[in-house]
Antibody, heavy 120, light 108 residues
Framework: EVQLVESGGGLVQPGGSLRLSCAAS????????MTWVRQAPGKGLEWVSS????????YYADSVKGRFTISRDNSRDTLYLQMNSLRAEDTAVYFC?????????????WGQGTQVTVSS | EIVLTQSPGTLSLSPGERATLSCRAS???????LAWYQQKPGRAPRLLIY???NRATGIPDRFSGSGSGTDFTLSISRLDPEDFAVYYC?????????FGQGTRLEIK
């Protein structure tokens, strides 16, 4: 059974940093691209970042480029999102999601999400 | 940057009726790179359709996707009470892999 479990969310002050993790199980992690998607309170889905199965290719939304870094440790079956210079508008539930294939594509399994709140 | 516009914003229908949801892209995209998701309150999204017309694993055949170029459609042939939710389209042809703003399907 595919499982994705996010952790690392919480309350942080503007300008602060957080690192989100997504522990994967039930599939061959290195064979699939992974994606982070966020959802602000009462709003729609916003694609944040994606990474290929090998980790060689990464992609970012303009809203987070230069502040967030996506990475993966294929030996630990874990996806990360390092978030720096956080702003109030980064407040959202962050979901990790597994792609259908090794390159970035539609996502067929999602975690339950982790809440990130940026506030003083 | 490809922008996706979904319509209508809200669709009010009764169980048993047919639903038709639209997703229009600001520029032509290959149908290979268009997906539809369903999201219920407090839940993660669920993949319904990928490649514009391919149902994901376990998705009932009352859900179907079609379209090409800039115009894509999600159809639900006979609405079940569990189908009332928010639906999003997403393109993954190019970065940013943006979502549409969503269509809320509500019970009339």
């Amino acid at each position: 059974e595919v499982q994705l479990v996010e952790s690392g969310g919480g309350l942080v002050q503007p300008g602060g940093s957080l690192r989100l993790s997504c522990a994967a199980s039930g599939f061959i992690f290195t064979s699939f691209a992974m994606t982070w998607v966020r959802q602000a309170p009462g709003k729609g889905l916003e694609w944040v970042s994606s990474i290929s199965g090998t980790g060689a290719s990464t992609y970012y939304a303009d809203s987070v480029k230069g502040r967030f870094t996506i990475s993966r440790d294929n030996s630990r079956d874990t996806l990360y999102l390092q978030m720096n210079s956080l702003r109030a508008e980064d407040t959202a539930v962050y979901f990790c999601a597994k792609a259908l294939v090794v390159v970035v594509s539609a996502t067929d399994y999602w975690g339950q999400g982790t809440q990130v709140t940026v506030s003083s | 940057e490809i922008v996706l516009t979904q319509s209508p914003g809200t669709l009010s229908l009764s169980p048993g009726e047919r639903a038709t949801l639209s997703c229009r892209a600001s520029q032509s995209i290959s149908s290979t790179y268009l997906a539809w998701y369903q999201q219920k309150p407090g839940r993660a999204p669920r993949l319904l359709i990928y490649g514009a017309s391919n149902r994901a694993t376990g998705i009932p055949d009352r859900f179907s996707g079609s379209g090409s170029g800039t115009d894509f459609t999600l159809s639900i042939s006979r609405l079940d009470p569990e189908d009332f939710a928010v639906y999003y389209c997403q393109q993954y042809a190019d970065s940013p892999r943006a979502f549409g703003q969503g269509t809320r399907l509500e019970i009339k």
